[in-house]
Structure formats: structure tokens, C-alpha cells
């Protein structure tokens, strides 16, 4: 019989949606945990919040495995973490303090790294500059001048539902942008 440990990651989900394997679960688990917490982390700068956002998607894996076509399930686990990380934003708006953090980064850890997470910077502040301009405006008073929908929208003499819907696109945008890196990052890998 062969080993457990040399079976992709599609019969390794087999496995798991079948027969509740947990040494299945286990080996996939081992085999992709550290790319997902890293990515995740790379992007929130969080080691706490890397972990539980890694774990839940592990958790959300052992609950309901997915149905793979292909063999290998770290394009489902980025797409995973991508929208894990989207609602971790959108949950708990970015301080100051977190953003000085991501720019003056000492945890990266070789040039490589730092080029890559320089890279992705540089892509989403042009994501942001691409956005038009009433849009980037309200978004950047919500998520670096710290205002609220409400505030916003006084501000700039706008409706709370014009200010949500501004916000909505400039996510569904910075989205796009950073499924985009993680594209690039997984073809350059």
C-alpha cells in the first residue's frame, strides 16, 4: 500500500471528504500550512492574525473539502486566504500604526523578499491612484483618515450610500489588484 504521504493533494481530499481521514488532513495540512500563514501575513503584518485567518481556512478544509480538478490545492488555498484577508480588512479598518508598519517592515528577510513585497506595494498604491477620483477620495478618507461612512458622507456632502458603494468598488478593485500579485507571484515561484 502506498504511503499516504506521496498521494496528491486531490486524493488526499478524497480522502478526507469520504472517509474523515485525518492523517489525510494532516499531511495536507503539514504540506501547506507555512505558504498560506506566510502570504498571509506578508500582506496583514500580523502574526495573530496570519495564524487564525491560516487556521480557519484549515478548518473551513476539514469541515468542507473542495472538489478539485487539478492536483494541487494551493490555488484554492490562495484563493482562500485572498478572501480571508479581504474580510479581515474590510472587518477591522487599517490603523496608522499597522500601514507604518507595512512600509517600514523589518521582517523581511532577504532581497528577494523585499523586492517581491516592495512589488505589491508599489501595485496596489497604483491601484489605488487607478481609481477614480470621488472613489479614491472616500476611500482613502475611510481607511487613512479613519472617518466613518457617516462622517464621509458629511463631509462631502454625499449620501452614507453613495460613501458605501464608493468603498465597495475601490475593494472589488484592490481585490482584483491583488489577485493579480498573487498570480504574478505564484508564475514567477
Known amino acids: ?4 504521504t506521496f498521494y496528491n493533494d486531490r ?22 500550512f507555512d505558504s498560506i500563514y506566510r502570504y498571509v501575513f506578508k500582506v496583514m503584518q500580523d502574526r495573530e492574525t496570519a495564524e ?30 485572498r478572501n480571508q484577508i479581504s474580510k479581515e480588512i474590510r472587518k477591522n479598518k487599517w490603523n496608522r500604526e499597522q500601514l507604518d508598519y507595512i512600509e517600514n517592515s523589518i521582517g523581511i528577510c532577504s532581497t528577494d523578499e523585499y523586492l517581491e513585497e516592495k512589488d505589491t506595494r508599489s501595485l496596489l498604491e497604483n491601484a489605488v491612484e487607478k481609481l477614480p477620483k470621488k472613489c479614491r477620495n472616500v476611500f482613502e478618507l475611510s481607511r487613512f483618515g479613519y472617518l466613518s461612512n457617516k462622517q464621509i458622507a458629511k463631509k462631502l456632502g454625499i449620501s452614507v450610500f453613495t460613501v458605501e458603494n464608493h468603498i465597495k468598488k475601490a475593494l472589488y478593485h484592490l481585490r482584483q489588484s491583488l489577485e493579480l500579485v498573487v498570480i504574478l507571484i505564484f508564475s514567477w515561484s
Do not use: C
Request: net charge positive.
Open 52 to 81: 487564525d485567518v491560516a487556521q480557519n481556512i484549515f478548518i473551513s478544509l476539514w469541515k468542507k473539502p473542495p472538489t478539485l480538478t487539478y492536483t494541487s490545492l494551493l490555488p484554492y488555498l490562495f484563493g482562500a486566504a
Open 11 to 32: 486524493e488526499l481530499l478524497r480522502l478526507i471528504m469520504e472517509h474523515q481521514n485525518h492523517g489525510a488532513f494532516e499531511v495536507l495540512y503539514q504540506r501547506h
Open 1 to 4: 500500500m502506498t504511503k499516504i
